[in-house]
């Protein structure tokens, strides 16, 4: 019997008084480096959702927000490649300091993408700012600017993140049991 979510995870990462302590910090630098520059804040729907959320109430200055829907993991637990723009921006980049809110890095090509399109668009700069980091999987020279937590090569959920389309509602970010997306 499946007694539910928790039981599906191997291992607690990073406590949600963990993540707000790091949200914490990041905002401090944020509002430093972004004092006086109006950024548009971007969330990449869905998985940033909740990192979202918690970082622009840390930035202490004028910001405008908007989202972005784009998908690549599909259902499964490796990237297509291809990176599908489900939900535009309803403003304009141009002449814009830009910063995009990530729950993870993992190949890079997810934000490859965005960070293209919008240089492409004449924004004026572009930084990121992610919850987690795996470089050990990067196929792509994506460099984050602000970084919660670096997490080894395991697939991770909560907080945002999925599997399946569930457990973005974890309070806190762990690593899944291989049992249940092997077998899927
Ligand atoms: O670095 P990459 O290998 O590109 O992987 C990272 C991206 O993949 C996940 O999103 P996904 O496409 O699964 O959509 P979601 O945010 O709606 O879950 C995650 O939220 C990142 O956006
Ligand atoms: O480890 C991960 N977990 C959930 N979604 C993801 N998208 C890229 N990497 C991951
Ligand atoms: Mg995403």
Avoid: W
């Avoid at 729907?45 to 959320?53: D, P, Y």
């Avoid at 890079?108 to 795996?134: E, N, P, S």
């Avoid at 990067?138 to 984050?144: A, F, H, Y």
């Amino acid at each position: 019997m499946r007694l539910g979510m928790n039981e599906d995870i191997k291992e607690i990462l990073y406590s949600k008084s963990q993540i707000k302590e790091v949200s914490k910090q990041i905002g401090k630098k944020l509002t430093a480096d972004y004092l006086d520059k109006k950024p548009l804040v971007i969330c990449v729907l869905k998985g940033a959702v909740l990192f979202m959320a918690d970082i622009i109430r840390e930035i202490d200055t004028y910001a405008e927000i908007d989202f972005m829907d784009v998908s690549s993991y599909g259902d499964g637990t490796v990237s297509s490649g291809e990176v599908k723009i489900l939900k535009d921006l309803d403003v304009p980049v141009e002449g814009r300091e830009i910063l995009i809110i990530e729950d993870i890095i993992d190949t890079g090509k997810t934000l490859q993408c965005l960070v293209d399109l919008l240089k492409h668009r004449k924004a004026k700069t572009v930084k990121i700012c992610t919850l987690l980091d795996k470089p050990e999987r990067r196929v792509e020279g994506v460099v984050p600017d602000y970084v919660g937590f670096q997490v080894p090569n395991e697939f991770v959920v909560g907080y945002g993140l999925d599997y399946q389309g569930m457990y973005r509602n974890l309070p806190y970010v762990g690593i899944l049991k291989p049992e249940i997306y092997e077998n899927n």
